[in-house]
């Protein structure tokens, strides 16, 4: 095959095609140099030709000429070419920069919206840089297109665990492992299916195909028979025909009322998992009553509820759940619905609240920082994951928000309350003075009882006087502004020169200021129009 495409070449030495196919076979026999060389001349005859691009990248990678794939990309990536975006992301993953990864994943994503596969990578990464509500976004557009997606799944309830939604967090049946499906086929076998004996010894044998074949050479057709068939194709993974074989069974004439009931709880959860959880509702609520199964019906189409977002409607159901049964789960998730719905309709002001652009050794993130007045003697209270830097730079900026107390219309009330200023996540340690034009700027929007302008983060240093100095780690901080979907960010101006290695796709997302007051940085981060005063 070698010779064949040196051949091609030779006949024809301007075909890109025939240097592009030559190229990817001396990298696939190792002649990596020489693929190189053939591929940049396919490039220079066809500058379009994007596999040529890509395949140039990964040879470039395997021979450590790390920036001259970086090179070769980003005018793609950042020309809409997803499939470039993709192989991006895998560089910077393999150099250790998942933000950077991270950002060229999410670009693709807008490129081609119908990519499940690369929506789920997106929802796992924006969890674990902390970005839940983002996550969100991509799983419900991930779960639109794929609602059985084993992904979606999964990163549903890596997301529920993180936000202590415990409906959200239980694992279902058909997520987990055969060995349990088996064991619950096992224990709730109805004593219509007992004498169908070759198929349950097979099952008890933990053969499912040895029971597939028993059942069909079985005579019996009748509800035993009808429950095992079902049982088994959910145990196969036919999920199709079980859910056939389950309704069949529930619709059953003369069938008895706790089978068919079961019958209905194992349709639900099929129905659920393939995402038609109004299907489930339907089922269950029509689903006879006065069985010793009625909690479970309740505790199921709580969690077919939830699943078809009505949480009032879910609450109900475990609710009802729980009467009938105090030991059942659904009590927990009743609670938790509860205090889920609680927290949604508390008060959306942004009175006090700002993001805060911090770097550590993953990247950069976007902490929130709350600050509240309380009765007190003027004193600030200060909370949180943070480092020595990190309270003097509070200090700092309590000062600093003291100081222009009549200049901003809040002298009345310094002596009379503190500040309580709290870095909200705890679970990473942050430091450094950085934070301080941040933690001005909410100590400020607590003093004047007055929102700042939504989506907003700073980074910058604050001194006393209200002089913004210079940082460091502007291009991490910015591009985990961008990956949070922030859109106003407020920089110290001698930083607007690190703006040059910014990648374009964080350019056209968010909006970078540069300051050097805070004069200038209370007038953007309030919504205010300009002054020329105290500049």
């Given at each position: 095959m070698?010779?064949?495409?040196?051949?091609?070449v030779?006949?024809?030495?301007?075909?890109?095609?025939a240097?592009?196919?030559l190229?990817?076979?001396l990298f696939?026999?190792?002649?990596?140099?020489?693929?190189?060389?053939?591929?940049?001349?396919?490039?220079?005859?066809?500058?379009?030709?994007?596999?040529?691009?890509r395949?140039?990248?990964?040879?470039?990678?395997a021979?450590?000429?790390?920036t001259?794939?970086?090179?070769?990309?980003?005018?793609?990536?950042?020309?809409?070419?997803?499939?470039?975006?993709d192989a991006?992301?895998?560089?910077?993953r393999?150099?250790?920069?998942?933000?950077d990864?991270?950002?060229?994943?999410?670009?693709?994503?807008?490129?081609e919206?119908?990519?499940v596969?690369?929506?789920?990578?997106?929802?796992a990464?924006?969890?674990?840089f902390?970005?839940?509500?983002?996550?969100?976004?991509?799983?419900?557009a991930?779960?639109?297109?794929?609602?059985?997606?084993?992904?979606?799944?999964e990163?549903r309830?890596?997301?529920?665990?993180l936000?202590?939604?415990?409906?959200?967090?239980?694992?279902?049946?058909?997520?987990?492992e055969e060995e349990?499906?088996?064991?619950?086929?096992?224990s709730?076998?109805?004593?219509?299916?007992?004498?169908l004996?070759k198929?349950?010894?097979a099952?008890?044998?933990?053969?499912?195909?040895?029971a597939?074949?028993?059942?069909?050479?079985t005579t019996?057709?009748?509800?035993?028979?009808?429950?095992l068939r079902?049982?088994?194709?959910?145990l196969?993974?036919?999920?199709?025909l079980?859910?056939?074989a389950?309704?069949?069974?529930a619709?059953?004439?003369?069938?008895?009322p706790?089978l068919?009931?079961?019958?209905?709880?194992?349709?639900?959860?099929?129905?659920?998992?393939?995402?038609?959880?109004?299907a489930?509702?339907r089922?269950?609520?029509?689903?006879?009553?006065g069985?010793?199964?009625?909690h479970?019906?309740?505790?199921?189409?709580?969690d077919?509820?939830?699943a078809?977002?009505?949480?009032r409607?879910?609450?109900?159901a475990?609710?009802?759940?729980?009467?009938?049964?105090?030991?059942?789960p659904?009590?927990?998730?009743?609670?938790?619905?509860?205090?889920?719905?609680?927290h949604?309709?508390?008060p959306a002001?942004?009175?006090?609240?700002?993001?805060?652009?911090?770097?550590?050794e993953?990247?950069?993130?976007?902490s929130?920082v709350?600050a509240?007045?309380?009765p007190g003697k003027g004193?600030?209270?200060?909370?949180?994951?943070?480092?020595?830097?990190?309270?003097?730079?509070a200090?700092?900026a309590?000062?600093?928000?003291k100081?222009r107390?009549?200049?901003l219309g809040?002298?009345?009330?310094?002596?009379?309350?503190?500040?309580?200023?709290h870095?909200s996540?705890?679970?990473?340690?942050?430091?450094?003075?950085?934070?301080?034009?941040?933690?001005t700027?909410?100590?400020?929007s607590?003093?004047?009882?007055?929102?700042?302008?939504?989506?907003?983060?700073?980074?910058?240093?604050?001194?006393?006087l209200?002089?913004?100095?210079?940082?460091?780690g502007l291009?991490e901080?910015l591009v985990?502004?961008?990956?949070?979907?922030?859109?106003l960010?407020?920089?110290?101006?001698?930083?607007l020169?690190d703006?040059?290695?910014?990648?374009a796709?964080?350019?056209r997302?968010t909006?970078?200021?540069?300051?050097d007051?805070?004069?200038e940085?209370?007038?953007?981060a309030?919504?205010?129009?300009?002054?020329?005063?105290?500049?």
């Amino acid at each position: 095959m070698l010779s064949d495409r040196k051949r091609a070449v030779v006949l024809r030495p301007d075909d890109p095609e025939a240097r592009f196919a030559l190229g990817e076979a001396l990298f696939t026999e190792g002649h990596r140099e020489e693929a190189a060389a053939q591929l940049e001349r396919c490039l220079e005859l066809a500058p379009r030709h994007a596999n040529a691009r890509r395949m140039l990248a990964r040879v470039y990678v395997a021979t450590d000429r790390l920036t001259a794939a970086e090179k070769l990309l980003v005018p793609a990536a950042e020309a809409g070419d997803a499939s470039a975006c993709d192989a991006l992301g895998e560089l910077y993953r393999g150099l250790g920069r998942p933000d950077d990864a991270l950002l060229w994943l999410v670009a693709a994503t807008r490129v081609e919206p119908d990519r499940v596969d690369r929506r789920v990578a997106v929802s796992a990464g924006l969890l674990a840089f902390g970005l839940l509500d983002r996550a969100r976004e991509h799983l419900d557009a991930a779960a639109k297109l794929a609602p059985e997606h084993p992904g979606v799944r999964e990163v549903r309830r890596e997301l529920a665990v993180l936000e202590g939604d415990l409906v959200g967090a239980t694992v279902p049946a058909l997520d987990r492992e055969e060995e349990f499906l088996l064991g619950r086929c096992l224990s709730e076998l109805p004593s219509e299916a007992r004498p169908l004996t070759k198929v349950t010894d097979a099952l008890r044998g933990g053969d499912v195909l040895l029971a597939k074949r028993a059942l069909v050479t079985t005579t019996e057709r009748g509800p035993g028979f009808a429950w095992l068939r079902a049982e088994v194709a959910m145990l196969s993974a036919d999920l199709e025909l079980a859910a056939r074989a389950f309704a069949d069974l529930a619709a059953a004439p003369g069938i008895r009322p706790e089978l068919a009931v079961r019958a209905r709880l194992r349709g639900a959860e099929i129905a659920i998992h393939r995402g038609d959880p109004e299907a489930a509702r339907r089922a269950l609520e029509t689903a006879p009553q006065g069985t010793s199964l009625d909690h479970e019906v309740f505790d199921a189409l709580g969690d077919a509820c939830a699943a078809a977002a009505d949480a009032r409607a879910a609450e109900d159901a475990y609710g009802r759940a729980a009467r009938i049964d105090p030991t059942s789960p659904a009590g927990a998730k009743a609670a938790a619905l509860r205090a889920k719905r609680k927290h949604a309709s508390g008060p959306a002001r942004r009175t006090g609240l700002i993001g805060v652009l911090g770097w550590n050794e993953r990247g950069g993130r976007v902490s929130p920082v709350e600050a509240v007045v309380v009765p007190g003697k003027g004193e600030l209270v200060f909370t949180g994951n943070v480092g020595p830097s990190g309270r003097e730079a509070a200090s700092v900026a309590f000062s600093c928000a003291k100081a222009r107390a009549k200049e901003l219309g809040y002298e009345a009330r310094i002596g009379g309350v503190d500040v309580h200023v709290h870095f909200s996540d705890t679970e990473f340690q942050k430091d450094g003075a950085s934070s301080g034009l941040a933690l001005t700027l909410a100590i400020i929007s607590a003093l004047k009882d007055e929102e700042l302008v939504p989506r907003l983060a700073t980074t910058g240093e604050i001194t006393t006087l209200g002089v913004v100095r210079p940082i460091a780690g502007l291009r991490e901080k910015l591009v985990a502004a961008c990956l949070a979907g922030t859109s106003l960010v407020l920089v110290p101006r001698k930083n607007l020169l690190d703006l040059r290695t910014l990648p374009a796709e964080v350019r056209r997302r968010t909006a970078v200021h540069g300051v050097d007051s805070l004069v200038e940085a209370v007038e953007l981060a309030f919504g205010i129009p300009p002054s020329t005063e105290n500049r």
